[in-house]
Each structure stands twice: as structure tokens, then as C-alpha cells.
């Protein structure tokens, strides 16, 4: 079906062991791997119904069960209630330990959503990219 869809890019592959980047519905997500095993993804555009899926599917095929993640999130413009259960699936996954992950949040568009759920006070959220990278990494 994806290979199929005008708003989807196909997979870029990396041979040095980076993360595919995607840019699908008004969503886009680069990425990177720092301090070797954290992959630290900046994600911005939309995060709504149709491209919440990508998102998450995106997260499996690119965090292994040893890898971090770090969503910076700053470059978002709207959070919608598909892309905040993608959050507190992952959320759910790192409290039963088969994540270890955090998020970049500064910006109202996202802190809002997240506060008035209730998702923001069970979630690692910092400041800056290097704080949230040392949080997952366990770096001081």
C-alpha cells in the first residue's frame, strides 16, 4: 500500500547504521543515532490522524529493544489526539522497560495537549536535545 501513496517517500536506507528519515502527511521526521545507542528524532509538521501511524511504525522500524529514543518535538505545529496516543503508547512501553526514551518540548502547541491530558506529568520531557540525550543515555 505505501509504495502506492503520493504523500509517502520510500524508505531511505543508511549504510553507516543511522535511521531512516520519512516525510509522509504532513509529517516529517530526521533523524539521527548520538552517543551510540540513542536515536535522537526530530519531528515536525503535523501529527494527526493520518500521520500518527507513520510515527509510530517509524519508531518500530528504527529503535531497537537496546536503542534510546529522543522525540524532539519543537518543530510541530499541531498535536492531535492520534499523535498524543502515540506518546502514551511509548510511555506505556517505558514503564514496563522495553523502552528507555524522552522527549524535547518547549513549545506551547505541544505542552498544552500534553498537560491537559494528564500525559505530561508521566513523561520524560527536557529542554534541550543534549539533556534529553544524556537522560536516555544515562550521560551526566
Same mark, same amino acid.
Given at each position: ?20 528519515? %520519512? ?5 516529517? @521526521? ?5 552517543? $551510540?545507542?540513542? *536515536? /535522537? +528524532?526530530?519531528? !515536525? ?23 534510546? %529514543? ?5 518543530? @510541530? ?5 492520534? $499523535?498524543?496516543? *502515540? /506518546? +502514551?503508547?511509548? !510511555? ?40 534529553? *540525550?544524556? +537522560? ?5
Amino acid at each position: 500500500m505505501r509504495s502506492t501513496d503520493p504523500n509517502t517517500l520510500p524508505p531511505q536506507s543508511s549504510s553507516d547504521g543511522q535511521p531512516r528519515q %520519512l516525510d509522509s502527511h504532513g509529517m516529517r @521526521i530526521d533523524a539521527e543515532r548520538r552517543s $551510540g545507542s540513542a *536515536v /535522537l +528524532a526530530r519531528v !515536525s509538521g503535523e501529527v494527526d490522524l493520518l500521520s500518527a501511524p507513520e510515527l509510530r511504525q517509524w519508531v518500530q522500524d528504527n529503535v531497537g529493544h537496546d536503542d534510546g %529514543l529522543v522525540l524532539e518535538l519543537d518543530g @510541530i505545529g499541531f498535536l492531535g489526539s492520534a $499523535g498524543l496516543s *502515540v /506518546l +502514551a503508547e511509548l !510511555s506505556e512501553r517505558a514503564a514496563h522497560n522495553e523502552l528507555t526514551w524522552a522527549i524535547v518540548a518547549t513549545k506551547r502547541v505541544v505542552l498544552r495537549p500534553l498537560e491537559a491530558t494528564g500525559l505530561l506529568s508521566q513523561m520524560p520531557v527536557h529542554q534541550t536535545a543534549d539533556e534529553a *540525550v544524556a +537522560a536516555v543515555t544515562g550521560a551526566e
